[in-house]
C-alpha cells in the first residue's frame, strides 16, 4: 500500500515510511492512495473474530508490503494483551437503541491507547529493522501524554520527552505519566501554560541543530498508523449489532477529528454506516464547519471534557481532501488560506459530501450533565464528560428506531471524577490495576519555559539517530 499526501507534493510512501515520518514534508496528512474496500462476504465472515484476529484482518490491506500477517498478528497480541477486558472494546446495552463501545480499557484509561500501544510497538519493530533510533518529543494537557509514555516505557530505541505546564494537568493525569519509571521516559514540569509548551515543540521540530543529530517526531493523531488502529473497533461493534446485514450509526465525542475519520474509513471499507454524529463541546468548529460549511477558529474556552477543547481539528484535512476529489493543489491552497486568515469556507462538494454521512451537535455544559445523570439512574452506568457529550448527542439525533446507536466511550469516568461526581453524586473510583497511583513515587525534570533549556535538556538525555 502507498500513502499520498493530502497537499499533493510529498513524496509517496509505504506504511513503514508513513509511520515514521508522522506528518507529510509538504505539511500535509498521509492518506492511503485508495481505500481498500471488503465485500459484503468478507465482512460476513469476519462476525465471531477474536479482537486481535479481527484487526489483522481489517489492518492487513493498509500495512501490506511492510509487515507480514504474522508480524502485524504478533504485534497485535502483544498491544491488545495489555488491556484488561479480553473483548478489548466491549459493548454495553443503554436501551433498546443505545449502545456504549467502552474505549477505555487499556493502561492509562482513555481510547487513545488502543491506538497508541500498537503505535509503540510499530515504532519498535521498524527502527529495528532499520537499525535506527526515534526521539518523541510532545507537549501534553491531558490523555495523550499518558498513552504515549505508556506505549513506549521500556522499548528499544525510543526516547521520550514529554512536555507538561507545571502545576496546570490533574493530580492523576500527572501522576499517569510520572509514575512510569523507564530510563527511555523523560517527564518535564515546564514553568508557563500548555501553549508555551507546545510552542517549545513545534520550535524543535524545525530546529535544524535538533532534527540535524535526531529523528524526532510527534505522537499525535496525524500519524496514519494510530487513525488504522482505530477503524478495527468500529467494525467490531457494528458485526457484534449485525452488520453487514444491518446499518449502525455511530455518535464520536470529537476534538482533533482522528477518531471519527476512522469511522469515516471504516464507511470507505465497505462497513454499511448509517451516519457519523460528531459531538463537540462548545468549542464547535466542527459543528459550525458541517452545519454551514463556515470552518473558522476562534479562541478555546476551557470545558469539563479537555481533550475536545479544541479549535482546529487536523485530521478535518484528511476529510476534505478526500471530498473534494483528492485534489493535493487544491487543498494545499485551501489550507494556506486557512492558516493565514484561520477561517475558511467548504467547497459544494465537501459540504454535499460530508452531508451525506456525517451529522453533528455542540453540547453545553448543561446538556452533558443531563446525560450523565439520565443514565447513572436509567442504567446503572457511570459517563465520563466526553463520552457524556457523545450519548447526549446520539439521542437527540432522530436516528431510525430500527438502527443501532453507538456512543463511543472514550474515557473511563474516574480520570474526570469531579466533573462526574458534580453531575451523578458519585464519584467514581479508579480500577484497581492502577488504584495504588497515589502511592507510587513520581519522577520529572523541572525546567524554565525557555526553549534553549529544554534543547539542552532533550541534547543531553537523547539518543542520536543513525
Ligand atoms: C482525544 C480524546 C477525544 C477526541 O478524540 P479526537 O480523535 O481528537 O477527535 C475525545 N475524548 C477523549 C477522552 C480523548 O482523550
Known amino acids: 500500500m502507498k500513502y499520498i499526501s493530502t497537499r499533493g507534493s510529498a513524496q509517496a510512501l509505504d506504511f513503514e515510511g508513513v509511520t515514521l515520518a508522522g506528518l507529510a514534508s509538504d505539511g500535509g496528512l498521509y492518506v492511503p492512495e485508495s481505500w481498500p474496500r471488503f465485500t459484503e462476504a468478507e465482512i460476513a465472515d469476519m462476525a465471531g473474530l477474536s479482537y486481535v484476529e479481527l484487526a489483522v484482518r481489517v489492518m492487513s490491506p493498509f500495512v501490506a508490503g511492510s509487515l507480514t500477517e504474522d508480524e502485524l498478528r504478533d504485534l497485535c497480541t502483544r498491544a491488545y494483551g495489555r488491556f484488561s477486558h479480553v473483548a478489548v472494546t466491549p459493548l454495553v446495552q443503554l436501551d433498546q437503541q443505545h449502545q456504549l463501545l467502552e474505549l477505555f480499557h487499556g493502561p492509562t484509561l482513555a481510547f487513545k491507547d488502543v491506538a497508541l500501544q500498537l503505535l509503540g510497538r510499530l515504532f519498535e519493530h521498524f527502527l529495528q529493522k532499520r537499525d535506527d533510533h526515534l526521539t518523541i518529543v510532545g507537549a501534553t494537557s491531558g490523555d495523550t501524554g499518558s498513552a504515549a509514555i505508556d506505549a513506549v516505557a521500556g522499548r528499544e530505541r525510543v526516547d521520550i520527552f514529554m512536555l507538561h505546564p507545571r502545576g496546570r494537568v490533574s493530580d492523576v493525569q500527572r501522576r499517569q505519566m510520572t509514575t512510569v519509571r523507564a530510563p527511555n521516559v523523560h517527564n518535564l514540569a515546564i514553568e508557563g501554560s500548555f501553549d508555551d509548551a507546545q510552542a517549545m515543540v513545534k520550535r524543535m521540530f524545525v ?34 449489532l449485525g452488520a453487514p446485514h444491518r446499518k449502525v450509526a455511530f455518535s464520536v465525542p470529537t476534538g482533533n477529528f482522528g477518531d471519527v475519520f476512522a469511522g469515516y474509513v471504516a464507511a470507505q471499507m465497505g462497513l454499511p454506516v448509517e451516519r457519523l454524529i460528531v ?3 462548545v468549542n464547535d468548529i466542527l459543528h459550525r464547519a458541517l452545519s454551514t460549511g463556515d470552518y473558522s477558529a476562534g479562541t478555546v474556552t476551557p470545558t469539563a471534557a479537555p481533550s475536545m477543547d479544541i479549535q482546529v481539528s487536523s485530521n478535518f484535512e484528511r476529510l476534505l481532501f478526500d471530498l473534494g476529489g483528492r485534489d493535493g493543489a487544491a487543498m494545499a491552497e485551501q489550507m494556506r488560506g486557512f492558516e493565514a486568515t484561520k477561517a475558511m469556507q467548504l467547497t459544494n462538494a465537501q459540504r454535499e459530501g460530508a452531508a451525506a454521512l456525517f451529522s453533528s451537535a455542540r453540547v453545553d455544559a448543561e446538556a452533558m450533565a443531563r446525560a450523565m445523570s439520565w443514565t447513572y439512574e436509567n442504567c446503572g452506568e457511570v459517563l465520563d464528560p466526553h463520552t457524556a457529550i457523545g450519548l447526549h448527542a446520539a439521542r437527540e439525533a432522530g436516528v431510525d428506531a430500527a438502527i443501532p446507536v453507538v456512543t463511543l466511550a472514550t474515557a473511563h469516568p474516574a480520570k474526570f471524577s469531579d466533573a462526574v461526581e458534580r453531575a451523578t453524586g458519585v464519584r467514581p473510583a479508579l480500577p484497581s490495576r492502577i488504584g495504588d ?19 539542552a535538556y532533550v541534547s543531553q538525555h537523547g539518543t542520536p539517530s543513525a
Do not use: H
Open 207 to 240: 530546529d535544524q541543530a535538533m532534527t540535524g543529530k535526531y529523528r524526532i517526531t510527534a505522537v499525535n493523531s496525524i500519524n496514519w498508523a494510530r487513525l488504522m488502529a482505530q477503524v478495527v473497533y468500529y467494525f467490531a461493534s457494528a458485526l457484534q
Open 279 to 281: 459531538a463537540t463541546n
Open 437 to 455: 497511583l497515589f502511592e507510587r513515587s513520581e519522577s520529572f525534570a523541572e525546567l524554565p519555559g525557555e526553549y534553549d533549556a529544554v534543547a
